[in-house]
């Protein structure tokens, strides 16, 4: 990603102009126009989205059929996209009853989370019978046909779901795809960019919403390994099935925080909780407030529309009754996402314009650079003249730790004034971020 920045020629005051974070400042203007009346468009305030698992033999019921197109903007599909139901014979796919979820999701105009590319649960007869080489094979090559056939469709895919044990050795489940090498998580995230570069790469899994929790803290290095290594991950996917054995930790917000500063965007995936009235309603609050908090939570996902659809109906965890009636609980979250004013992601779009005394002008790129927990870096090239001054400004808590390529000086702990040193017109810096992942202003003139 990159952002250009250009230097307005022959304005003859310095005065910087304009410091528009784009992203920032829409997204910062909800909801002032009143609420939002659907979990969709209270989603959309704040850049996020709201979605559900869908079901491809309810999409008859003209019931469940009204409240998916008038509530929800993102769907996953509850069985039809898993490896069983895509390749139930080895090598022969079959699209069908995942096609119709998407083709009615689509004319909806709503995005698809796809679920799931390969996990060791709901295989294919043919697959649970493998191991070794034939068998990372054939799940490399489920993972590269599944996701060419929907590339540029999906907007994020959960590529590996569930693959962590529970309980206290924060290790990897065993199975037989674990069984093919510690490296297939990695191996199959790799197919999957190189078959669908567009799709954001999700790791998706359960009992990993409690930060203390050992299968947590091994994801979470888990995630850390890739994002250091270049591994191909964008987000991670928390289920959050809850109930009274598994309540909503304290710490959720905290969860997601963390796994954000990796460098990856954090999404609620099945989000369903066990329970009812305003003891329901409060715990579906909370985890919505938990999501609106962090700034790369991009959107929340229920597991079914009504308590009846649910793979746990027994339990009554979702939004709507069996009649299709808002619950408490509906509204809870409704209100929640209508109060909350967070942003998504760091501003992708700045524009900023500086003018130059001596005439002339100048251009400064920004891009993107590496992203670590603590810590991400930038570069700036400049185009126009070889005889630059760009000034860098860093937000709080931000601070910039290292730079190369520059010859650079503060004028305060939040402007970096930079010049050439002879290695030409690009240059880098590290910011050490504090949780604020925010791109800098960059304005420059002619020296
Ligand atoms: O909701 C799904 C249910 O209809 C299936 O029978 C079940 C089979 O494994 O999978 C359910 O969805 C699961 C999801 O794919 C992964 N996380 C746990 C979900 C609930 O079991």
């Not at 760091?346 to 003018?355: D, H, V």
Request: aromatic share 8%; hydrophobic share 35%.
């Amino acid at each position: 990603m990159t952002l250009t920045v250009k230097s307005v020629a022959r304005v003859s005051l310095v005065s910087t102009l304009v410091l528009a974070t784009v992203g920032a400042a829409v997204l910062a203007a909800s909801p002032a126009s009143g609420a939002a009346s659907t979990l969709a468009a209270a989603a959309q305030q704040s850049g996020r989205y709201f979605g559900t698992a869908v079901a491809a033999n309810k999409l008859g019921d003209s019931t469940y059929v009204g409240i998916l197109n008038r509530e929800f903007d993102m769907v996953t599909a509850e069985n039809e996209m898993k490896m069983d139901a895509t390749e139930p014979n080895q090598g022969q796919f079959s699209y069908g009853n995942a096609d119709r979820i998407v083709n009615q999701a689509r004319n909806q105009g709503k995005r698809i989370r796809g679920h799931a590319l390969a996990w060791h649960s709901q295989q294919p007869g043919w697959m649970q019978n493998m191991s070794g080489t034939a068998l990372r094979n054939a799940m490399l090559n489920h993972v590269t046909q599944v996701a060419s056939y929907y590339r540029g469709k999906i907007y994020a895919w959960d590529v590996v779901n569930e693959a962590f044990a529970d309980g206290s050795s924060g290790g990897r489940r065993d199975s037989n795809l674990q069984r093919t090498g510690n490296d297939w998580i990695e191996a199959a995230f790799r197919a999957a960019r190189a078959a669908d570069p567009g799709a954001k790469l999700c790791y998706n899994d359960y009992n990993t919403d409690n930060w203390s929790h050992a299968k947590t803290q091994g994801v979470y290095r888990m995630v850390q390994d890739f994002k250091s290594r270049g591994v191909p991950i964008d987000c991670v996917g928390f289920q959050a099935h809850f109930n009274s054995g598994n309540p909503v930790p304290s710490n959720y917000h905290t969860t997601l925080q963390n796994f954000a500063a990796l460098g990856v965007d954090v999404q609620i995936t099945e989000l369903d909780i066990e329970g009812s009235g305003s003891t329901q309603a409060q715990q579906y609050s909370g985890v919505t407030q938990a999501c609106l908090a962090v700034a790369r939570c991009t959107g929340i996902t229920v597991w079914g529309i009504r308590d009846t659809d649910s793979w746990r109906a027994s339990g009554t965890p979702l939004l709507f009754d069996g009649s299709g009636n808002k619950k408490a609980a509906y509204t809870s979250v409704l209100n929640a996402l209508n109060a909350g004013t967070g942003t998504t992601t760091p501003p992708t779009s700045t524009t900023t314009t500086t003018s130059n005394p001596g005439g002339g002008g100048c251009t400064a790129t920004y891009s993107e650079g590496e992203k670590w927990n603590d810590r991400f870096n930038g570069q700036v090239t400049v185009s126009g003249t070889d005889n630059w001054i760009v000034t860098v400004t860093v937000s709080s808590p931000q601070r910039i730790i290292a730079t190369w390529n520059t010859s650079a000086s503060w004028d305060s702990a939040n402007v970096m004034t930079a010049r050439p040193n002879g290695s030409g017109n690009t240059f880098g810096f590290t910011i050490m971020h504090g949780g604020n992942w925010n791109w800098p202003a960059v304005s420059c003139r002619v020296a």
